[in-house]
């Protein structure tokens, strides 16, 4: 194997009850590669479940990674949780 591969790290992805239905778990552990942002690691998940964002526009979906506000271009590192939730 190559020096070149970014090496694999794991992130938790946590969505709540409302989310839970849509994409059929509470929660997933995604491999993805090291030095990806969070950018990347949202067009994925809305990539998975494209229901997710025609039925909660901006504003009514919220984001916690690792127990604050996300930033579109933090990079991820393992171990790293986000977590979704439904505003009302």
């Known amino acids: 194997m190559s020096q070149d591969f970014p090496k694999s790290i794991k992130i938790t992805v946590c969505y709540d009850p409302v989310l839970e239905a849509i994409t059929?778990?509470?929660?997933e552990e995604m491999i993805v590669s090291e030095?990806?942002?969070f950018q990347f690691l949202l067009h994925c998940i809305f990539t998975s479940y494209p229901k997710?964002?025609?039925?909660?526009?901006?504003?009514?979906?919220?984001?916690?990674?690792?127990?604050?506000?996300?930033?579109?271009?933090?990079?991820?590192?393992d171990g790293d949780e986000l977590v979704f939730k439904i505003y009302k």
């Not at 059929?24 to 929660?27: L, T, V, Y």
């Not at 997710?52 to 590192?77: A, S, T, V, W």
């Open 24 to 27: 059929g778990k509470g929660r």
């Open 52 to 77: 997710i964002i025609e039925r909660y526009p901006p504003g009514k979906l919220g984001m916690i990674l690792n127990e604050r506000p996300p930033e579109l271009f933090d990079i991820l590192k």
């Open 35 to 37: 030095g990806i942002s």
